[in-house]
Structures are given as C-alpha cells and as structure tokens.
RNA sequence: GAUUCGUUAGCUCAGCUGGUAGAGCACAUCCCUUUUAAGGAUGGGGUCCUGGGUUCGAACCCCAGACGAAUCACCA
C-alpha cells in the first residue's frame, strides 16, 4: 500500500511522461562545475551546468528558490517562470516545475551564476532538465541559522537500512566515509612508499587459519568441498615471505562467526603486514611512525579527539610489557609465580577463572580485567605468554613469553604483531597443543595447516608481521563510538518484505481478481487466516475498504463471500 | 545470552488516570517576483510493530513474539 505522498508522486511522473519528458533519461549528462567550485570561486554571470538532488524548494508565485545538493556540498538556485520559459508557453515552469517535481528529483541545471539581494551566490536558472524522477519522500532536516539541527534523520534502525538516505540527508556521515577513504589511502602511500608490494590472497580457505575465531562455513559445489571465509590472512602472507618477497601487505575483509556489539561487526577489514629480516621490535617503529604519518596527513594534527580525551599519536608510544603492565596496575610481580599462584593472585584481585586457564591465560585474564583499560594513549604492550600466540616467536630472554606486542589506544587493541614463529618444528608442536585444545571443546583453537608447516620447511626468513583492524582506526581518527558509524553497510537481521498476496491461493476460492488485493490488505493475508474468520465480518471489512479506498467497483454481496465458505 | 529502554503520519516527536488519534516539518489546493529554519490561508494523510488476553471500551494494562538501541557477559 502506497502512502498519499507516493500516490501523487507517482501521479506527477505520468504526467511528466504525457508532457513528453523522459522521467530516466539515458543521455550522458555534462557538468561543467561542482556547487563548491561556485561557492568558492564566485564568478558574477559565468555560465553553469551542474547536476544534483533537489532538496528545498520555497515556491513565490512567479519566482522560486530551490537548494541542488551534488557530490560536494548545496548551492542554491533561483527560478523565474519568464526567465525559464522566455516564450508564451509558460508549462515548463507552471506544470513541470511547481507540480510535478519534488524534494528528492535529480535535476541537470543550466543558468548563469549571481548573488540574491541578500547575498547568497546561487544560480539563475535557464534550462531545468529532469535526470531521475524521486518517487519516495524524504526525511526532512532543517538546520537553523544556528546550525542546530531540527527533525534529524536519526533513528539507527532507518540509517542503517537505508544508508542511502541518511548519506543524502546527514552530511556527516558523508564526511566519515570520506575521510574513511582518506585514511586507507594514506596507509597504503605510506606503505607503497617503503616498496612493500600490495597483494591479494584467498577469501574461501579450506584451512581457515592465523586466529582463533569460529569461521563462517560455506560449500563448493564443484570440488564438493567445505570452504571457510577467512578469519585472517596471516598464513598465506607468510607463504609470500618464504617465497622470496620482502615485504607485502593486504587490506583484508575477515568474517568471525562471533557476537557483534558497537566495536564488532562479523566481516571486518585489517590491513596485515610482513616484513622479512625485521623483528618485533623494528615493527613497533615502524607502526608509530605510520600512525602518526597518517594523522599528519589526514588530519593536519597527531592530536585526536576521541570520547573526549585528547589522545596524541606522536611517536614515541610508550612501551610496557605485560608483566610491567600488571606490576604497574595491580602492584603484583607476577613473573616468578606458578599455575596455582597465578590462581589464588586472580581470587585475590577478584578476577573470574576457571579450571581449564592454563598460566598464559590466567595472566590474560588479569591483564584484560586490571590494566587494558587503562592505556588511553597509544601503548605498546609486550612480551605475551606463549599458549596465546601459536603463531608468534619465543621470546630471546624467556621461553614462557613470546615477541608480542598490542598497540592499545583508548583502552581498545589497535594492532597486534609478532617476531614470526619461523622454526617449522617448533611450528608443527603448537599446532598439535591447539588440537588437544580443540579435543577438549575450544572451538576457537586453531586448525593444523599441514602446507603451511611444509612451506616454513623450506624456509622462511626472520620476520615481523603487523595486522592493524582498520574500521577501529577509523573510529579512533573520526572520533565515532561505534563501528556501524564507520561501516557504510553494518550487519542486521534482514528486514521482512511483505511480498503481497499469493494470488492463486485466493483464486482457489473463486475469490474474483479485483478483490484479492482488498482481501489482503483488511487483514486477511492467507487463505487460513480469511477462512477462519467470519464470512459477515469479512463481507463488512471488504465494502468498508471499498468506501475508504474509494474503489471503482460496486460493492461486494454477503452471498459472493459466503460462497467461498463452500 | 541476560537486563533495561524503544517502536504512534513520509521524517522528528507529543499523547495525563483506559473513554472519538495530535503537533511541527513534508504533502495537496489557492495567493504571492529575492526567500534564509518555515511568507499567508485552507485541507488531506494512521495496520498506534505483530498476535493473543483483560475490559462495556486498549496506542495506553497483562502475556507471547518481531525488530532496534544501551549496559553487562562471552568473544579478539
């Protein structure tokens, strides 16, 4: 059921075509300017053509005012019947513009540039061509002199199903996406820069690896095989590295099988990183140094706003180890303790356990619940313990620990990165603890990947390897608390549709056509449903429809309806 | 997964103690040649998220469900 303001919409688009406009024309359209091009550079009388989206229109008898939004901001527009319609034929300005065109119409507008009398550069229309016919109203903002925002387009449900309208209608969220873009560019010149060489490895992995995630499970018709949309690339980035390259990076979609909230979404971007002959400790340069470039670039400052707290990427971060980090916050020296120290240490500090934490993720837990939070400015934190990171190198100094660092910022994981675990055989063994982790039911333990292990047989250089979740990067620089902010397309449950009647059921019935639609739209949207009701209920609803919908047709008989009872 | 809150016109929202469904913007008609949030006048527009229940009577109370948000838990 359309609404009155669709119906009329609809009504104006046929007329258009009887007046003999093309409502969607296929023609190439040629713009000379941007609205912002004007606005900036004011040329009194330069001849213009731009293109947009209709947003206000403020009719005064035989002049209007109209606001056209493109790509790069509004300008508004002057129309004067005589002026549009030199001729005695008035049409095109009285019919065409007053009533048939809305709020939403994509306009082609040709005129010459001027300044109202009170001072807004806007355009004095000539030509007014129809490009794409709107046939849905609008949301509404208005913003006032003191650019408050009135009747804001903000419910989060709406925005998020219909992001083509809140980025026609929300300027801002226009601006987050761009400066989304700015951001990854920034990265990849910086990383470009260095002749690391950008690539693309698979999405569909029959050995989902390089996490500890649960996988979206998918299948291959062909090959008959399950496939598994890839938790992370790390792996066959680490091929590349083994096959000669020194340093390669891709900007990753990930999808984890996992709960969502405002800072997890189930397909996800990071940017991962590996470099050959480097450590851990060169990394940490390195990702300091790239940060800041890209605030440099993006934003003009290192100094971000984010929740309020004015967080500043200018390298040094700071550097702690985990261990620190526990001693600093808690007070405790954790390094020398045993399995059952570390236990009675997290029943004091009132931190929750269970019997299947082994030493690495009793330290974990401590650290998660005591000291992560509080790293709002960018901190390296080291030295992780090895059961958390099959991947990872041991540490030179301390077999307990690995070459591990998380980049906190906010209180969140930025980036987490590794001196590699390149020794296959060493490899091979942490595989096979996270078997025997799986085997007692964690279904987030790694998969063995046998060609992985026999491509780090062959050799893989020492190397440093970085993955940094890009959609958190983006909320950090654009000072967003979710990351359906910076997602054009969050994950939701899908929407229902209501797909209308299904004809031939009614049919069925001998119900006739022209009344299906009124059958359906009173309530009664299956056949189940009309059968169960009263035939002199429905007999009553039907003519009450026809009344309100004013429908052409003579009313139904009590006897017609009965006669499907039958 | 738990708890809390929300769902009323195209949009933003009111709606008291259960008693005929409201406003602003948008829309339509008429008037108006430079408006600045929205010139003036008049008018149309509703599955009050869905389904049950209580009641003479439900947008409102009760039960169940859908969708969304926040917090927490889990998870990187």
Redesign the pocket.
Same mark, same amino acid.
């Given at each position: !059921?359309l609404?009155?303001?669709?119906q009329?919409?609809r009504e104006?688009l046929q007329k258009i075509i009887a007046y003999g406009i093309n409502p969607y024309p296929a023609e190439e359209f040629k713009t000379t300017h941007y609205s912002l091009d004007i606005l900036k550079k004011y040329n009194e009388d330069e001849k213009v053509i731009i293109a947009g989206r209709l947003m206000?229109?403020?009719?005064? &008898?035989?002049?209007s005012?109209g606001t056209l939004q493109d790509a790069k901001g509004r300008i508004?527009i002057?129309l004067?019947?005589?002026v549009i319609c030199p001729d005695e034929d008035k049409s095109m300005y009285n019919d065409v513009f007053?009533?048939?065109l809305?709020?939403g119409d994509i306009l082609g507008i040709e005129g010459k540039v001027?300044?109202? !009398?009170? &001072?807004?550069i806007?355009i004095?229309v000539e030509k007014i061509h129809l490009l794409s016919k709107s046939l849905?109203?609008?949301?509404?903002?208005? $913003?006032?002199?003191?650019g408050?925002t009135?009747? *804001?387009?903000?419910?989060?449900?709406?925005?998020?199903?219909r992001r083509y309208v809140d980025l026609v209608v929300n300027d801002h969220v226009k601006e987050t996406f761009i400066k989304r873009s700015k951001i990854i560019n920034s990265m990849r010149k910086f990383l470009s820069q260095k002749e690391y060489i950008e690539v693309e490895t698979p999405i569909l992995q029959s050995i989902p690896g390089g *996490?500890?995630?649960?996988p979206f499970v998918t299948h291959h018709n062909a090959l008959d095989v399950p496939l598994y949309l890839r938790?992370a690339n790390e792996l066959y980035l680490k091929r590349l590295i083994v096959g000669g390259f020194d340093g390669v990076y891709e900007f990753a979609k990930d999808f984890?099988n996992?709960? !969502?909230?405002?800072t997890?979404n189930p397909e996800f971007t990071q940017m991962e990183m590996y470099v050959a002959y480097k450590d851990y400790h060169w990394m940490m340069n390195f990702t300091e140094e790239m940060l800041e470039f890209i605030c440099l670039e993006v934003l003009g400052t290192t100094n971000v706003n984010i929740g309020g707290e004015i967080v500043s990427f200018k390298k040094p971060f700071k550097r702690i180890s985990m261990i620190d980090s526990i001693k600093e916050h808690t007070g405790i020296d954790i390094s020398k303790m045993s399995e059952l120290e570390l236990r009675k240490t997290c029943e004091k500090l009132d931190v929750?356990t269970d019997a299947s934490m082994g030493k690495g993720k009793l330290i974990?837990e401590i650290?998660?619940e005591k000291c992560?939070s509080n790293y709002i400015q960018p901190t390296f934190i080291t030295d992780y313990p090895v059961e958390m990171s099959p991947l990872c190198k041991k540490h030179r100094d301390n077999p307990e620990l690995t070459e591990r660092f998380?980049l906190m910022v906010n209180g969140k994981?930025l980036a987490?990165a590794y001196s590699e675990l390149n020794d296959p055989i060493d490899q091979k063994s942490r595989f096979e603890d996270q078997v025997k982790l799986a085997e007692k039911g964690d279904d987030?333990a790694m998969f063995i990947d046998l060609d992985f292990i026999r491509a780090l047989e062959y050799g893989m250089p020492p190397t440093s390897g970085m993955g940094i979740g890009i959609d958190r990067l983006v909320m950090f620089l654009c000072n967003q608390?979710?990351i359906?902010e910076v997602l054009f397309f969050?994950q939701?449950?899908?929407?229902?549709w209501?797909t209308g009647p299904n004809k031939n059921e009614y049919l069925e019935l001998n119900i006739s056509e022209t009344w299906i639609q009124p059958i359906y739209?009173s &309530?009664y949207?299956t056949k189940e449903i009309l059968l169960e009701a009263k035939p002199t209920a429905v007999h009553q609803k039907l003519n009450g429809y026809r009344k $309100?919908n004013k429908l052409d047709i003579p009313p139904i008989l009590l006897e017609e309806v009965q006669s499907w009872y039958n």
């Open positions: !059921m609404s009155e303001q669709e009329i919409r104006s206000r229109r403020k009719i005064q &008898g035989k002049a005012f508004q002057y004067n019947r005589d007053k009533k048939w809305d709020l001027f300044k109202t !009398m009170v &001072g807004e806007s004095n849905k109203p609008l949301p509404q903002p208005k $913003k006032d002199s003191e408050v009135h009747d *804001a387009f903000n419910d989060p449900e709406l925005r998020y199903r *996490a500890a995630a649960r938790i984890r996992e709960g !969502m909230d405002k997890h929750a974990d650290f998660g992560e998380e994981e987490n987030e608390a979710s359906q969050p939701m449950k899908p929407e229902k209501d739209e &309530g949207t $309100k």
